[in-house]
């Protein structure tokens, strides 16, 4: 069973920084897509950052751009969230997703990503 766990979330002050893991367990996701996308309370779950198969590519989402970081590490099937210079606007949990399909973008959709962890909490407060 492929699972997503994701680990890093607490709480931080505003100006402060957090690094979210994520370690796929069943199934390596090396020639995957994988992201990180985020829900705060009463809304919609949105894209925060993606990263290509290779670690070659990277999107972001203009609210973090500058601020986050994704990166990946394939032979420990591990993907990061460097989060730097935080604000209270942040506070979510944080969830990872891969795409099932090799060599693919799944793009800003989380509908579009077929495995997702259980989602790590966020906290800054100002």
């Known amino acids: 069973q492929v699972q997503l766990v994701e680990s890093g979330g607490g709480l931080v002050q505003a100006g402060g920084s957090l690094r979210l893991s994520c370690t796929s367990r069943g199934q390596t996701f090396s020639r995957n897509a994988m992201g990180w996308f985020r829900q705060a309370p009463g809304k919609e779950r949105e894209f925060v950052a993606r990263?290509?198969?290779?670690?070659?590519?990277?999107y972001y989402a203009d609210s973090v751009k500058g601020r986050f970081t994704i990166s990946r590490d394939n032979p420990t099937n591990t993907v990061y969230l460097q989060m730097n210079s935080l604000k209270s606007e942040d506070t979510a949990v944080y969830y990872c997703?891969?795409?099932?399909?090799?060599?693919?973008?799944?793009?800003?959709?989380?509908?579009?990503?077929?495995?997702w962890g259980q989602g790590t909490q966020a906290t800054v407060s100002s």
């Open positions: 997703a891969a795409s099932r399909i090799p060599y693919f973008d799944p793009g800003t959709d989380y509908r579009i990503y077929d495995y």
């Open positions: 990263i290509s198969w290779s670690g070659g590519t990277t």
